[in-house]
């Protein structure tokens, strides 16, 4: 085999934490990552407020975890003088202000360092992770700034080729960890054969005592009705969510997903009961790509995502996280979705705007509120409107705009009942139904730049009633009185949360430096904008909160 030893300049870190700040502080390649940030600045495309590699492009985020009072990133990296994926590192005290830190993991034996997942023990870290070329690798750290990482047996413990030769009749690709009275689990993500020859979504369960040797036992998912042929289960993340579970995985043909469902640990198997998507369409151009999630310390999930670029000359930066998003069970069938972390903490210059009428088939433009790293937390209550549309990165004359669109109670039926326990999905006697709403963000006129590419209409879908609720209105209401939106615009992105529970996200990028206003609309009927506050956004990378 080449010499796969990595040319990135490795360094070594004293154990103790005060030793390790003195010595981060005359790192010469934290010193060339503040460079190169303060230089990519320039970009007008490169957002303030989301995380991006301080040189060269990322990839996947890996690993995300909470140790020691710290959240901990990890992504795969590209170093200009080896640009193999080694993993980059960065460390956060509220999910929003990001340190870098040197490079964490590097390859060799492995061709490059591919994604995986940490788990947190007393004691120690271990992360693992997919090995180019030779198997999954376990590295374990200790130290509080996770710095300096060590790799089990020196190569993979779960390797692409048995000793005698033959290949596991399992895939040996991206994996995650987790930890049962004592026996430790892995996922190996992949796919297998379904419907036609195409393949499936596949995620394959081994089991080890000392994490060096791994038993396989079987696909682990049972009842997916939920993902499509083509889908495959790249980046397997498998955490408990209130009283059940959740399995996150990446799609190479449809981005990010879900599926929830129960963990039926006798038989090692997980009962998938409903699955949805993060990514509303292709994983590319533009949109959401691999998850890395690990629990919030409540019950819920923390997961971030990279974000895919959109420009067809791609930059060698453009690949961006997500803001990182809480999950958690609104009741046995319901996944909420809302913004974490402090990002409050980045708001600056403040603009509200009460109560106002929006005239049906009339664009009504704020013109005090303006901007290309903006929050916007917009009240709306849609009356009788067809469809509530609120425009961002809007040049004066429209030529540029990314629209976001509401389409109440035009979206898909569903049925349950009332027990004493609230209400339940229908059987025969006699259901209930609620229909739910979409969410749109169309990019077809977010630029006039050629070379982009532009993404169809990305929508997303949700219900407004929970199964679970004891308490409801008769006939129960198809859409909620107010739609309520948190929409985050950074440069080239924009995130919307729709009623903590859904939402949309895509790159945009705009040519025109006057392509910075917001309007309303409402189609069909008059609605009534409740209230819309707006907040300019500080960058992450200036002068922060944290401290060491």
């Known amino acids: ?60 985020p890996n690993g995300l975890c909470f140790w020691q009072g710290r959240w901990h990133l990890f992504y795969q990296g590209y170093p200009p003088e080896d640009p193999r994926q080694h993993w980059g590192h960065a460390v956060s005290d509220d999910l929003i202000h990001w340190r870098d830190l040197p490079y964490a993991i590097y390859p060799s034996p492995e061709e490059a360092c591919f994604s995986g997942a940490t788990l947190v023990e007393d004691g120690r870290v271990l992360a693992m992770y997919h090995g180019l070329g030779v198997g999954n690798m376990i590295a374990t750290s200790t130290d509080r700034l996770l710095l300096n990482w060590e790799k089990l047996t020196g190569g993979p413990v779960m390797p692409m080729v048995n000793r005698d030769g033959s290949t596991p009749p399992y895939n040996v690709f991206d994996p995650c960890i987790w930890r049962i009275d004592g026996t430790y689990y892995s996922l190996s993500g992949g796919k297998q054969t379904g419907p036609g020859g195409g393949w499936v979504r596949g995620d394959f369960l081994l089991r080890s005592q000392d994490l060096c040797t791994w038993e396989p036992r079987h696909e682990f998912v049972e009842g997916d009705r939920f993902t499509m042929v083509g889908d495959d289960g790249a980046c397997p993340y498998f955490w408990p969510i209130g009283n059940r579970h959740m399995l996150l995985f990446f799609s190479h043909q449809s981005g990010g997903q879900y599926l929830l469902g129960d963990y039926d640990i006798a038989r090692e198997k997980f009962v998938a009961t409903s699955g949805d998507r993060f990514n509303f369409g292709p994983a590319w151009p533009s949109g959401v790509h691999a998850p890395s999630a690990t629990p919030d310390g409540r019950g819920g999930l923390i997961v971030i995502f990279n974000m895919n670029a959109g420009k067809v000359d791609d930059p060698a930066w453009d690949q961006v996280m997500s803001l990182p998003r809480r999950l958690s069970l609104i009741d046995p069938y319901t996944v909420g979705v809302e913004v974490a972390g402090d990002i409050e903490s980045l708001r600056h210059g403040h603009i509200h705007v009460g109560p106002t009428t929006l005239p049906a088939n009339s664009e009504v433009a704020f013109d005090r509120v303006r901007g290309n790293t903006l929050e916007l937390v917009a009240e709306i209550n849609p009356g009788d409107a067809s469809v509530i549309e609120l425009d961002v990165l809007r040049s004066p004359g429209g030529e540029e705009r990314t629209r976001i669109l509401y389409f109440p109670a035009t979206g898909w039926t569903r049925y349950f009942r009332d027990t004493k326990e609230g209400r339940v999905p229908a059987d025969d006697s006699g259901p209930i139904t609620e229909t739910g709403s979409f969410v749109t963000i169309d990019t077809t006129y977010s630029t006039t730049l050629p070379h982009i590419g532009i993404r169809a209409p990305e929508t997303g879908h949700l219900f407004t009633q929970e199964f679970g609720q004891r308490t409801w209105t008769w006939p129960p209401p198809s859409m909620p009185t107010h739609l309520k939106l948190r929409v985050f615009i950074d440069r080239s992105i924009v995130e919307v949360f729709v009623n903590d529970r859904l939402c949309v996200a895509e790159r945009v990028y705009p040519g025109r430096r006057d392509s910075r206003g917001v309007s309303l609309r409402a189609q069909g009927a008059d609605a009534q904008l409740v209230s819309l506050d707006a907040w300019q956004m500080s960058s992450i990378y200036g002068d922060s909160p944290q401290g060491w």
């Open 1 to 60: 085999m080449d010499d796969t030893t990595s040319k990135v300049p490795k360094y070594r870190f004293s154990a103790a934490p005060a030793e390790q700040l003195r010595e981060l502080a005359s790192n010469p390649m934290l010193a060339r990552f503040a460079e190169s940030r303060e230089r990519l600045s320039e970009d007008p495309h490169r957002p303030a407020y989301h995380f991006v590699s301080p040189e060269g492009n990322l990839n996947d």
